[in-house]
T-cell receptor, first 111, second 113 residues
Framework: GENVEQHPSTLSVQEGDSAVIKCTYSDSASNYFPWYKQELGKRPQLIIDIRSNVGEKKDQRIAVTLNKTAKHFSLHITETQPEDSAVYFCAASSGFQKLVFGTGTRLLVSP | SQTIHQWPATLVQPVGSPLSLECTVEGTSNPNLYWYRQAAGRGLQLLFYSVGIGQISSEVPQNLSASRPQDRQFILSSKKLLLSDSGFYLC????????????FGEGSRLTVL
């Protein structure tokens, strides 16, 4: 089955810096790659996703890139703000019915 | 609009006792339903998912079970809890066919003593 690895496990940046979180997946049939953000004490929520027919997708300060050949995808956050502090999870799926998540990255943005 | 309810929010149970966590979804029909467990350092681990009434797929061998007695109801159970069952359990739903977005419940924190 699918296996998703996520790095780093923790990431500390200064406000205004960029943050990059990387994930690799094992199943070459995977074609859907979402990213979820979980603020402290809250439920995870989808922030951006990408499908395998697209190499990059951007939504304001966040972007996701996908390299199908290397089987890795990354989340990029520019101009980080303290409210970006949260745990971020990547995931992969070969269909919409079952997502396999990475182990999460705790992002801390210091003012 | 669609909503998802999950209860109880917190639960403290002795080893060997039974477990029942319940999840219901409102405002949609025939959702895909999921149970995830969130443990420190292990992310979100898929336990069970269901694409319809009575249809349950198990992802991790363990002493937990799931049932879907109604279209929008998903139950996580155990006959005898283990210490290792402690964790944060999240129910989720998705529309399935054309989107993979998961909508999570607020979670149930289980402590087994």
């Amino acid at each position: 089955g699918e296996n998703v690895e996520q790095h780093p496990s923790t990431l500390s940046v200064q406000e205004g810096d960029s943050a990059v979180i990387k994930c690799t997946y094992s199943d070459s049939a995977s074609n859907y790659f979402p990213w979820y953000k979980q603020e402290l004490g809250k439920r995870p929520q989808l922030i951006i996703d990408i499908r395998s027919n697209v190499g990059e997708k951007k939504d304001q300060r966040i972007a996701v890139t996908l390299n199908k050949t290397a089987k890795h995808f990354s989340l990029h956050i520019t101009e980080t703000q303290p409210e970006d502090s949260a745990v971020y999870f990547c995931a992969a799926s070969s269909g919409f019915q079952k997502l396999v998540f990475g182990t999460g990255t705790r992002l801390l943005v210091s003012p | 609009s669609q909503t998802i309810h999950q209860w109880p929010a917190t639960l403290v149970q002795p080893v060997g006792s039974p477990l029942s966590l319940e999840c219901t979804v409102e405002g949609t029909s025939n959702p895909n339903l999921y149970w995830y467990r969130q443990a420190a350092g292990r992310g979100l681990q898929l336990l069970f998912y269901s694409v319809g009434i009575g249809q349950i797929s198990s992802e991790v061998p363990q002493n937990l079970s799931a049932s879907r007695p109604q279209d929008r109801q998903f139950i996580l159970s155990s006959k005898k809890l283990l210490l290792s069952d402690s964790g944060f359990y999240l129910c989720a739903w998705s529309a399935g066919l054309n989107t993979g977005e998961l909508f999570f419940g607020e979670g149930s924190r289980l402590t087994v003593l």
